[in-house]
């Protein structure tokens, strides 16, 4: 992997702004080459900081009808539920473009954390047989175009946490967690395998709840003692790390 591209910001809206004309760019890219764009969300902040795309010139310029949506991380509860990532991009992003309903992958709702992880692995599986999804002729994992990721501010990724064995899973596509250590407890995720088969991955990383995080990542540290999940991000594509002033201030 080429060394990532770290982008720093004054302020948040700045990184809404960058952020925007980067996806934008992207989608172009990959809507000429393949003919769709396959994009993995995430919760957190995330949907908030790609408010810009709603807004013109992006809201009319992208062809929104061959974007396909999945879900890097998903809290195993009800759709409608304030805690569902799937609502959070409902609310504030996909309610506001013309993504056809038929190219967003929810989880299925009503199966417990286990099922609910293998169905969907399952669902990515029936993709890649019928071409839908492309693949990593590295790994054999399915390659999503672009990977939206935040941080936590314990250095967490997707829903894998610093110190829960799913971050070694090396087979399974999504896994499944019953122990978050914040609420809700029950989760599936994308494990580092399939992160780490993606063409593009955006590392969107803003407020001063990140900056210790942000400084063991990405200072000259990096490389002491147990590594955080974060750096365990190591795509086969571009990894471009976004980030404001706050996020960057234990860096020096």
Known sequence: MAPPNVLKFETEEHVAVALANYIADLSARFIAANGSFSVVLSG????????NLVEPPYISSIDW????????????????HPDCNHKLAIDGFLSKVAIPESNIYPIKEGLSPEEAADEYEQRLKHLV?????RTSPITGFPKFDLMLLGMGPDGHVASLFCWHFQRFE?????????DSPKPPSERITFTFPLINSASEIAMV???????????VALGP?????????VQKV????????FLDKAATSQLK
């Open 44 to 51: 957190g902040t995330l949907i908030d900081t790609m408010r």
């Open 234 to 241: 190591s795509p086969e594509g571009e990894l471009t790390w």
């Open 170 to 178: 090396k087979e399974k596509w999504v896994t499944f967690i019953l």
């Open 205 to 215: 990383v803003t407020g001063e709840d990140a900056a210790d995080a942000v400084k």
């Open 129 to 133: 047989a019928n071409k839908t999804l």
């Open 221 to 229: 540290h990096a490389s002491y003692g147990y590594p955080l999940p």
């Open 65 to 80: 009808s061959k974007w396909l949506i999945f879900y890097l991380d998903e809290r195993v509860v009800p759709l409608d």
